[in-house]
């Protein structure tokens, strides 16, 4: 499984980024994703949670980010978004997409097996 990330940089407070995730090797319509954060210093934080369904997907946010932060994927499931609005210093973090081998959502890194690299989020006063 490779998950490709894409999408971070440099921002202003109040301002927006898209993140993408691309996926190759497992099927996003089978096992559930989700989008991580960490920030130094800091644990690593679930923020997103997708899983698909038969008319699309289902997904959830962590309270920090929920109102902001909107998950969506390309009509074939190959590559997972996360539109993130509003953004402020507290978000700067690296982002990371991860894939789990279950079908079923969960905000524990420790379900999912299958991660990208990391794309950076820095967000400037």
């Known amino acids: 499984v490779q998950l490709e990330e894409s999408g971070g940089g440099l921002v202003q407070s109040g301002g927006s980024l898209r993140l993408s995730c691309a996926a190759s090797g497992r099927l996003f319509s089978r096992h559930a994703m989700a989008w991580f954060r960490q920030a130094p210093g800091r644990e690593r934080q679930c923020v997103a949670t997708m899983s698909a369904t038969s008319s699309g997907w289902t997904d959830d946010f962590d309270d920090s980010v929920k109102g902001r932060f909107f998950a969506s994927a390309d009509n074939g499931l190959n590559t997972v978004y996360l539109q993130m609005n509003m953004l402020t210093p507290e978000d700067s973090a690296v982002y990371f997409c991860?894939?789990?081998?279950?079908?079923?959502?969960?905000?524990?890194?420790?379900?999912?097996?299958?991660w990208g690299q990391g794309t950076q989020v820095i967000v400037s006063s």
């Open positions: 991860a894939m789990s081998p279950n079908a079923w959502r969960s905000t524990a890194a420790s379900d999912y097996d299958s």
